[in-house]
Nanobody, 119 residues
Framework: QVQLVESGGGLVQPGGSLRVSCAAS???????MGWYRQAPGKRRELVAE???????KYADSVKGRFTISRDGAKDTMYLQMNSLKPEDTAVYFC??????????????WGQGTQVTVSS
């Protein structure tokens, strides 16, 4: 089955670091990947994305603290989160712009992983 598998979420203290990952499997051809996050009472926010040419883009709220990267050979994406703040607490969703042998290019979503920043 086509799926995105996320890992690395958890509880971290303010100022700490955490890395989340997203691995695609099931015949994906990945063109771009990114991370969204959503906290209770807030809009879903695109925090970072990386294209197939290696270009990256970040939300202003995470610039200088988060770094997105991609391992093309493994179709795996990482989000390194440093200097974490309580306001970073959210469910983080992996998204892939991809195609398969049996379907057109479209967006695929992971199940989400909880990141909690609290003392």
């Amino acid at each position: 089955q086509v799926q995105l598998v996320e890992s690395g979420g958890g509880l971290v203290q303010p100022g700490g670091s955490l890395r989340v990952s997203c691995a695609a499997s099931g015949g994906f051809r990945i063109y771009a990947m990114g991370w969204y996050r959503q906290a209770p009472g807030k809009r879903r926010e695109l925090v970072a994305e990386i294209s197939d040419d290696g270009s990256t883009k970040y939300a202003d709220s995470v610039k200088g603290r988060f770094t997105i990267s991609r391992d093309g050979a493994k179709d795996t994406m990482y989000l390194q989160m440093n200097s974490l703040k309580p306001e970073d607490t959210a469910v983080y969703f992996c998204i892939a712009d991809a195609s398969t042998a049996w379907g057109p290019r479209t967006d695929y979503w992971g199940q989400g992983t909880q990141v909690t920043v609290s003392s």
